[in-house]
């Protein structure tokens, strides 16, 4: 055959090839895809509902566990309405305001946990499918708590922390308290100690919380200390920019 006849051949070919493979349109869909909203084991809503019929299978879902029935009914002071039982997520909502305290005690632990996750229902609820992520793969490395806003160090005094705040040398949760130990029980589950106590952090989920088109991460964070009975929940959305860099968007406590 021709060898001018086979060398123009080829160069059409490679031609076609560069302008099908090289020039071609992205995909139609992808680069814009839709990051939804989603939950992680820290989402404990469901265990703590009265009934085991209440399925969480989407997010429009979330929806039926403000009205569930708690597995128990809480009676709350310095509410709204005075001494309150609370016994839903809703009764939450519309009686609760501040910082109230339980009647009993010995309950304030199981009403942290209610709060917390009616707060983190709420907060799934309002929450928006994202258009990007800058979230790491390992949100709970060892090193993240020199990442970590300092919002999140280990909080018992309320003046020390105010005081923490207003440091400006000051400007992670390991500045604050630093890690002295790690523990790693799940993707989603983390403990970092520190020499006064130490903190079980764990995901809630995933969302745009702010509708900045940025998905930001939902975290529970569980302070302990050491040798003593102290006990605290707060709930933290956190986002990261292209840089990298940690932002606190809201803490509920």
Known sequence: MNTKFLASITMTLFLCSFWIVGCAAPIVGEANKNIPVSWDTGFSML??????????????DLEKLVDATWYAEVDVINTKVGKAALGSCHDYFTKVKGTPRTANENEMSAYLELKIMCEATRLLMNAKDSKETFLPRNVLGETMPK????????RISTEESRRDMENTELMSMNDVTPIVKYESHSKSKAAYFNKGGYQEVEIIGRGDANNDGVEDIFLVVRDHVEGGDYFNMRLFILSVDSKASWHLIKEIE
């Not at 265990?47 to 997010?59: A, C, G, K, R």
């Not at 990442?147 to 280990?154: Q, V, Y």
């Open 47 to 60: 265990s703590l509902l009265d009934s085991q019929d209440v399925t969480l299978n989407s997010v429009d």
């Open 147 to 154: 990442l970590w806003p300092k919002a999140m160090a280990l």
